[in-house]
């Protein structure tokens, strides 16, 4: 019986070191991988496993830590409680060590909740490394989770010519329905969702400028929301809505956001407590 119950706890005992370096590796990995976007829009990898596999693997250890974790201290509570008094005994301050460990557990969970230093640090070396993925526009998809939607859907939001993106479909000897995601047909062709775009956007229709058209705001949330608005700058998003940087700077310094065109579109309206489309909606449709 005391056998028995030895081999459990050393079974335990090295579950819990084995989730620990497999939850360090992957913690590690998903700290690394290019954001969604990018990572689904090129079939990235690493060692075979795409960025949802890695995850899988992260959180399925998570769960076997937390509950070895909890038997782990279960089997071993005598030795624990044990340990605990001989320490009391050799008069160390446990509630002291106790309260500076909560106390700096508590900032920490507030640094990050505020994204302060040095929390902030890490998330902005974070994001460092995720954008650093991208080394070319390809790299970006059009919308988020464009890879998702079929090729009808794909062509009619960005205002493809359908017949024509076909035809180069056919031509390089793609296989596909039409019906089909862009995910699905490049996985059926082994290659990537960008690879099946960069053929069809050749075949862009003849389009209307963005500021001769009547807008409405509902209008403009058809068209734009989800686009990627917030990934450009001022200057980009200007020419997104056709106006002249000028023109499209004193329409939103009319509003009370001071703008440059270097500003990147997310911060400044993050700032503002807005989103990327409020931006669009005041350069294309301007106080009267």
Request: glycine share 6%.
């Amino acid at each position: 019986m005391v056998k028995n119950k030895q081999s459990i706890r050393s079974l335990i005992a090295f579950l819990v070191t084995w989730a620990f370096l497999v939850l360090t590796v992957t913690g590690i990995i998903l700290y690394i991988v290019p954001q969604g976007r990018i990572a689904y829009w090129t079939h990235w990898s690493l060692a075979g496993l795409d960025k949802e596999q890695w995850g899988w693997i992260h959180m399925m250890f998570g769960g076997i830590f937390i509950v070895t974790g909890a038997l782990h201290l279960y089997y071993n509570w005598k030795p624990f409680k044990k340990y605990l008094s001989e320490r009391v005994k050799g008069e160390l301050n446990l509630s002291r060590e106790l309260v500076a460990s909560l106390l700096l557990t508590v900032i920490m969970i507030v640094l990050s909740i505020y994204n302060l230093p040095p929390a902030s640090w890490i998330f902005a070396l974070n994001d460092s490394i995720k954008n650093s993925w991208v080394t070319s526009p390809e790299l970006e998809p059009p919308f988020g989770h464009a890879e998702e939607i079929s090729l009808k859907g794909i062509a009619k939001r960005m205002r493809l010519n359908l017949d024509g993106a076909i035809k180069e479909l056919k031509q390089n000897n793609i296989h596909f329905d039409p019906s089909e995601s862009l995910d699905t047909i490049a996985r059926n062709n082994n290659t990537t969702p960008m690879v099946i775009y960069s053929h069809i956007s050749k075949h862009k229709e003849q389009a209307v400028p963005a500021s001769s058209k009547q807008w409405t705001p509902e209008g403009i949330e058809a068209e734009f929301s989800g686009s990627g608005l917030g990934r450009k700058s001022i200057a980009e998003l200007c020419e997104v809505a056709g106006v002249n940087l000028e023109t499209c700077l004193s329409r939103l310094n009319n509003a009370g956001i001071k703008a440059t065109a270097t500003d990147g579109v997310r911060d400044l309206s993050t700032a503002h407590d807005r989103n990327p489309v409020d931006l669009l909606k005041i350069i294309l449709i301007p106080e009267k």
